[in-house]
């Protein structure tokens, strides 16, 4: 049985803290751990032994800080290859045969930019050099530890799955005592960011103390249908005479260990201050336990670093703020070749208290270097706002411009099925996590739905081909201009059906397209907009200044399903 099947069947206990282990054996104030793998094997081994005595079912490699830059602290960057891979094998000779070993990584003590000033890329390329070597020296599961910031982790991810083939991923978090992690993440968001990336296991470790975790394992076990993995720390540290001590007994932590599989964990065990003895006690209570079963919830799940929406026939219509957009607005356009934020920001504010539930951001003006701009709005806006955003751009490098810097779960828009933007926005968007408008289209907006529909099946196949799946795709059925092309709007209404029937995706609209150039658009648009309810629309792109347009949102969600 695979490790992943196994977790879902019963409960099993990872390991405690390797950091108070080895104060405990002399490790110097101000010295590395990681380096002891190769100065003193033969204790890192022995602390593994122990948990492995103890009952842990899986140790964790003690190479929590083996990456370039914390290395670099110590004058070590060039041997990130060599520690990891003696981690891995102390780890294995101390936790015997039986024992699954994880390789570890943890923070890299620098923030990912927008916050910080470490490039995403450069961050991918750090963890992906940390997990080629823990999976080169053969370890049987990753796990990234102690995240407290989702951009770095979503970083860690990106670099784990571009070196991990088939070996499993395990994805921790730590909390505050307030159950969002320090740079603001929401535990239900960090499990849509998750997903989308493909983790296969979503966690909790350190953060303040096992009470204040259980909140943070209740709302994961209610976000994610994936596996969930907690290691909480004796309490929160205290300095007494200059050591660091925890105060929480073992009683204290492995009591609330049956409360944890009740709330959906898979994997227990501990964090800062636990030793074996408290993991002893966590597998006498829940070791072998039958974990609560999850199913996976359907829709399009979308997030900004706190929120998070589904878009699909089951939730909420959702509506897109169309008003972060320089076409045909003079000053927004201005305001952008300038490199000004203020107006695309204060656009971001409006809109969210007009009611808007997402925002589109679009920020192309000809002759304007549209990469930056693009990083700019989304660093801008995901400050004022916590409502998930549309990445809006015809251009590839502005669309990735915008996922390295969106520390949420976004939506791009869009991609079409001419092969050339096929094969470069569907493989980013899986690289990244995110979802995705597939608009019905190709060389050609052709007017029948029929044609429409094979354009959406020629995405469709692709993106699944490359690991995507329904639940990644939001299917845009192409509102063209009522007054120039009456039929082809009304093969927008069979569009949304057929999509809706036979592939069983969501769908959108960017619903002002319909009435350009019309007198009394908001009555168009929301005529239109109703109707295309009636056909199982789930969201779209709209005007959230228009008062009408919620109401016919709230009279037509009356009569869909929804
Ligand atoms: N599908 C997808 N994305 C889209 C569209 C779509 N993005 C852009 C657009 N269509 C949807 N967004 C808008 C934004 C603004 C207006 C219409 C559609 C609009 N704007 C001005 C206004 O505010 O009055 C007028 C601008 C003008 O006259 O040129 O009407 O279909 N996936």
Same mark, same amino acid.
């Given at each position: 049985?695979?490790?992943?099947?196994?977790i879902?069947?019963?409960?099993?206990?990872?390991?405690g803290?390797?950091?108070?282990?080895?104060?405990?054996?002399?490790?110097?104030?101000?010295?590395?751990?990681?380096?002891?793998?190769?100065?003193?094997?033969?204790?890192?081994?022995?602390?593994?032994?122990?948990?492995?005595?103890?009952?842990?079912?899986?140790?964790?490699?003690?190479?929590?800080?083996?990456?370039?830059?914390?290395?670099?602290?110590?004058?070590?960057?060039?041997?990130?290859?060599?520690?990891?891979?003696?981690?891995?094998?102390?780890?294995?000779?101390?936790?015997?045969?039986?024992?699954l070993?994880?390789?570890?990584?943890?923070?890299?003590?620098?923030?990912?930019?927008?916050?910080?000033?470490?490039?995403?890329?450069?961050?991918?390329?750090?963890?992906?050099?940390?997990?080629?070597?823990?999976?080169?020296?053969?370890?049987?599961?990753?796990?990234?530890?102690?995240?407290?910031?989702?951009?770095?982790?979503?970083?860690?991810v990106?670099?784990?799955?571009?070196?991990?083939?088939?070996?499993?991923l395990?994805?921790?978090?730590?909390?505050?005592?307030?159950?969002?992690?320090?740079?603001?993440?929401?535990?239900?968001?960090?499990?849509?960011?998750?997903?989308?990336?493909?983790?296969?296991?979503?966690?909790?470790?350190?953060?303040?103390?096992?009470?204040?975790?259980?909140?943070?394992?209740?709302?994961?076990?209610?976000?994610?249908?994936?596996?969930?993995?907690?290691?909480?720390?004796?309490?929160?540290?205290?300095?007494e005479?200059?050591?660091?001590?925890?105060?929480?007994?073992?009683?204290?932590?492995?009591?609330?260990?049956?409360?944890?599989?009740?709330?959906?964990?898979?994997?227990?065990g501990?964090?800062?201050?636990?030793? /074996?003895?408290?993991? $002893?006690? &966590?597998?006498?209570? +829940? %070791?072998?336990?039958?974990? !609560?079963?999850? #199913?996976?919830?359907? @829709?399009?799940?979308?997030?900004?670093?706190?929120?998070?929406?589904?878009?699909?026939?089951?939730?909420?219509?959702?509506?897109?703020?169309?008003?972060?957009?320089?076409?045909?607005?003079?000053?927004?356009?201005?305001?952008?070749?300038?490199?000004?934020?203020?107006?695309?920001?204060?656009?971001?504010?409006?809109?969210?208290?007009?009611?808007?539930?997402a925002?589109?951001?679009?920020?192309g003006?000809?002759?304007?270097?549209?990469?930056?701009?693009?990083e700019?709005?989304?660093?801008?806006?995901?400050?004022?706002?916590?409502?998930?955003?549309?990445?809006?751009?015809?251009?590839?490098?502005?669309?990735?411009?915008?996922?390295?810097?969106?520390?949420?779960?976004?939506?791009?828009?869009?991609?079409?099925?001419? /092969?050339?933007?096929? $094969?470069? &926005?569907?493989?980013? +968007? %899986?690289?990244?996590?995110? !979802?995705?408008? #597939?608009?019905?289209? @190709?060389?050609?907006?052709?007017?029948?739905?029929?044609?429409?529909?094979?354009?959406?099946?020629?995405?469709?196949?692709?993106?699944?081909?490359?690991?995507?799946?329904?639940?990644?795709i939001?299917?845009?059925?192409?509102?063209?201009?009522?007054?120039?092309?009456?039929?082809?709007?009304?093969?927008?209404?069979?569009?949304?059906?057929?999509?809706?029937?036979?592939?069983?995706?969501?769908?959108?609209?960017?619903?002002?397209n319909?009435s350009?150039?019309?007198?009394?658009?908001?009555?168009?648009?929301?005529?239109?907009?109703?109707?295309?309810?009636?056909?199982?629309l789930d969201?779209?792109?709209?005007?959230p200044?228009?008062?009408?347009?919620?109401?016919?949102?709230?009279?037509?969600?009356?009569?869909?399903?929804?």
């Amino acid at each position: 049985m695979n490790f992943i099947e196994r977790i879902k069947k019963e409960v099993m206990v990872i390991d405690g803290s390797m950091g108070v282990f080895l104060q405990t054996e002399g490790l110097p104030s101000g010295h590395a751990p990681d380096l002891w793998n190769l100065e003193r094997p033969d204790v890192i081994a022995s602390v593994h032994n122990h948990y492995a005595k103890a009952g842990s079912q899986i140790v964790i490699s003690n190479s929590f800080g083996a990456t370039r830059p914390r290395l670099a602290d110590y004058g070590r960057q060039s041997d990130v290859k060599e520690i990891n891979r003696a981690a891995v094998e102390n780890a294995r000779r101390g936790g015997g045969d039986n024992i699954l070993v994880a390789g570890g990584s943890g923070p890299t003590g620098k923030l990912v930019a927008p916050l910080g000033d470490l490039a995403f890329e450069e961050a991918v390329d750090i963890f992906k050099e940390q997990f080629s070597a823990l999976v080169e020296a053969g370890a049987d599961i990753l796990i990234i530890e102690t995240m407290f910031d989702l951009m770095e982790m979503k970083a860690a991810v990106v670099g784990a799955n571009e070196v991990r083939k088939n070996v499993p991923l395990i994805a921790c978090m730590t909390y505050t005592a307030d159950s969002v992690t320090d740079t603001g993440a929401s535990p239900e968001a960090v499990c849509a960011v998750m997903e989308g990336l493909g983790v296969d296991v979503i966690g909790v470790n350190c953060s303040t103390g096992p009470d204040e975790m259980l909140d943070v394992v209740r709302r994961l076990g209610e976000a994610t249908h994936l596996p969930i993995c907690v290691e909480p720390n004796a309490g929160l540290p205290v300095i007494e005479k200059g050591q660091t001590l925890y105060k929480a007994s073992s009683d204290e932590m492995a009591n609330l260990a049956p409360k944890f599989v009740e709330y959906g964990a898979n994997i227990i065990g501990g964090c800062c201050g636990t030793r /074996p003895d408290y993991i $002893e006690k &966590v597998c006498s209570l +829940v %070791k072998g336990a039958k974990p !609560a079963s999850r #199913a996976k919830k359907d @829709g399009v799940l979308i997030s900004s670093r706190s929120e998070i929406i589904r878009i699909g026939s089951r939730f909420p219509f959702v509506k897109v703020g169309e008003k972060i957009n320089p076409t045909g607005k003079k000053k927004f356009g201005a305001a952008i070749k300038e490199g000004r934020t203020d107006l695309i920001v204060m656009t971001a504010r409006k809109q969210m208290e007009a009611g808007a539930t997402a925002l589109d951001v679009n920020v192309g003006v000809p002759m304007t270097d549209e990469s930056t701009m693009m990083e700019q709005a989304v660093a801008a806006v995901q400050n004022v706002t916590h409502l998930p955003l549309v990445i809006d751009s015809s251009g590839n490098d502005a669309i990735y411009a915008g996922l390295r810097f969106y520390s949420g779960r976004p939506l791009v828009n869009s991609v079409n099925a001419e /092969p050339s933007k096929l $094969e470069a &926005v569907l493989p980013m +968007v %899986k690289r990244m996590g995110a !979802a995705v408008i #597939a608009l019905c289209a @190709g060389e050609d907006v052709p007017e029948s739905a029929e044609k429409r529909f094979d354009y959406a099946k020629r995405i469709y196949d692709r993106a699944l081909s490359l690991g995507l799946t329904k639940d990644d795709i939001v299917f845009d059925c192409l509102a063209v201009v009522v007054s120039a092309m009456q039929e082809g709007a009304r093969q927008t209404l069979f569009t949304i059906r057929k999509i809706k029937e036979e592939l069983g995706c969501a769908t959108i609209i960017g619903l002002s397209n319909t009435s350009f150039g019309l007198p009394d658009r908001p009555t168009i648009n929301n005529s239109f907009l109703a109707m295309a309810m009636a056909e199982g629309l789930d969201a779209a792109i709209v005007n959230p200044y228009d008062a009408g347009m919620h109401k016919a949102v709230a009279g037509a969600s009356l009569f869909s399903r929804r």
